[in-house]
Structure formats: structure tokens, C-alpha cells
């Protein structure tokens, strides 16, 4: 894929990740199905790098959440790809209430196998044990809600949410166990942590808003420049020309400028565009 491969030193790693990642580890044994919840924006970029090594080998689903806000075209490449690789791939977005039934029927499919096994070492059939995982903020409980029918779980468009590890009912074929979002000690690529970023799964402290900032209007420069045209009245972005964006983008959203460029201030509007969902229909990663 053409990501940059430019490394950086960026840490982000609260302690209750690390905790998370330790208690997923002891109970992996007794979890039948693992669902991994990805940003169909950055199917790349939010996925757990050392995943396969906390689920150990169970049988997973992964699921392209945020469907709607994502480019199909370059999206479904992804899809094509991790099916290639042997995973089994759902889309799930806001707009549809209705999906969640594609994971209650590919649990129910993937518990047949594990169910005839039980049954050759005369054992009776089980329900479903299914462990959620993800990024910080790519929509899990807001899947959860789904599944149960009613909302029984905080949601909001900020990382950190779910702080410890749930179990919840969900009906009479699965059980799951939620977990808090999932980041890794340090990011080796720039790319991976700006892409986060852009989709407020990286906390905003952790990099600077400029950086991200610009970093999203390089990536609509690249891909989207209808969209950088549409949502912030530029025909172009370059690294040579910063300051006469940023002027023309407070003009555009009427931002008085006094003395000099409020960078912050813009930089900030443009953030809120990507997390007020003002601008889709992108996907930021590509093969």
C-alpha cells in the first residue's frame, strides 16, 4: 500500500488498554468467536497490528463499521482483500438498523462447526461466546445497542468510552464480552497515527491539531478535491501554499482575520468537519 513509511515517536498507551489487552489474554480460552469493529474510513489504519496474536487463533468476523461515511469503491477493496485472507467480512453503518442481523447470523453459522465438534466428544450444543473488539471510538457500543435491541450502553463520538470489560446478554444464541478501545504503545508509522487522528480515535492532545488538520486536507487534496472545494472553498492544497489555505478557508467560514490566521482556530473547524461527519463518503487508506 502506498502509506508513508516514515516513523515517528508518538506514544499513546493509557494504562487500561494495557490492562485490557492482559484480561483479553486470560479469558481468550473460554471465547468461541471473536468481532473485530473497524473504521470503514481507514480499514488499514484501525485495525489491531498484534491481533492475531491476543485472539489466538478463534474464529472472527470483522466488521466495516461507519459503511455510509466511507468511498465504497476503494473500501470494498479492503473487504475483497481480508476475504481473500481467509476472514469473514460485514458492513454495518448508522443509517441501517437492521444490520446488525448479519453478525447474529454469521455467529449462528460459525457456532454449527464448533457446535458439531462439542458433539463428536459427546458434548451438548453451547451458545455463542463472542469478544468485541477495536479502536477507540469505531462504534462498538453503538453496535452492542443494536444487537440488544435498546440502548444499554453509553455511546459517543470521543475515544475511551467502555473503560473495562462487559459481559452482555444478547439473545438466546450469543453472549459478548465488550472491551474498552485498543491502541499499541507506539505507532511506527506517521500515517497510521494521523489517520487515527483525523477520525478522533487518537485523542486530541496526542498530536497537534495543525498537524491533523493538515494532514486531512492533503488527503482530500489527493483523493476528494470536490470535497476540499465543497467544505472549505479551496481549489487546492499544498504544502507551498498553507497560509493563503488557511486565509481562504476563514474567509469561506467567515472567520475575521485580524492580526494573523487563527491556525489553531481553523485547524480545529476542520477536525469538527471529519467528527461532525460534515465530510463522506472518503476512505483515507489504500492498497
Not at 469493529?37 to 470483522?62: E, T, Y
Not at 444499554?152 to 439473545?171: A, C, E, F, H, S
Request: include cysteine; hydrophobic fraction near 35%.
Amino acid at each position: 500500500m502506498n502509506n508513508q513509511q516514515n516513523t515517528t515517536n508518538i506514544n499513546y498507551y493509557p494504562g487500561h488498554m494495557h490492562k485490557t489487552k492482559k484480561d483479553i489474554k486470560n479469558i481468550i480460552s473460554n471465547i468461541d468467536i471473536v468481532i473485530e469493529v473497524i473504521d470503514s474510513r481507514i480499514p488499514f489504519s484501525s485495525r489491531i497490528p498484534d491481533l492475531k496474536n491476543i485472539i489466538n487463533g478463534k474464529k472472527s468476523i470483522i466488521v466495516f463499521n461507519k459503511y455510509d461515511l466511507c468511498d465504497e469503491s476503494i473500501t470494498n477493496k479492503w473487504m475483497e482483500k481480508y476475504k481473500n485472507e481467509g476472514s469473514i467480512v460485514i458492513t454495518s453503518d448508522a443509517k441501517n438498523s437492521n444490520d446488525y442481523k448479519k453478525v447474529i447470523e454469521e455467529v449462528k453459522s460459525l457456532m454449527i462447526d464448533i457446535n458439531n465438534k462439542r458433539s463428536l466428544k459427546g458434548l451438548l450444543p453451547k451458545k455463542a461466546k463472542c469478544l468485541i473488539m477495536g479502536v477507540p471510538n469505531v462504534g462498538k457500543s453503538t453496535l452492542i445497542n443494536k444487537l440488544i435491541g435498546k440502548s444499554v450502553l453509553d455511546v459517543g463520538n470521543k475515544p475511551g468510552v467502555t473503560k473495562r470489560l462487559n459481559v452482555v446478554k444478547i439473545n438466546e444464541y450469543m453472549d459478548l464480552v465488550d472491551t474498552p478501545g485498543i491502541l499499541w504503545p507506539k505507532f511506527e508509522n506517521k500515517e497510521v497515527a494521523l489517520n487515527l487522528a483525523s477520525m478522533t480515535i487518537i485523542k486530541e492532545e496526542v498530536l497537534t491539531v495543525e498537524e491533523v488538520a493538515i494532514h486531512i486536507l492533503e488527503k482530500l487534496n489527493d483523493y476528494y478535491k470536490d470535497l476540499l472545494k465543497q467544505e472549505f472553498g479551496i481549489e487546492e492544497y499544498t504544502s507551498d501554499n498553507i497560509e493563503e489555505c488557511f486565509i481562504k478557508i476563514s474567509k469561506y467560514k467567515n472567520i475575521p482575520i485580524k492580526d494573523e490566521v487563527d491556525y489553531e482556530r481553523i485547524s480545529m473547524i476542520i477536525l469538527n468537519s471529519m467528527k461532525q461527519e460534515k465530510i463522506k463518503k472518503i476512505t483515507f487508506d489504500r492498497i
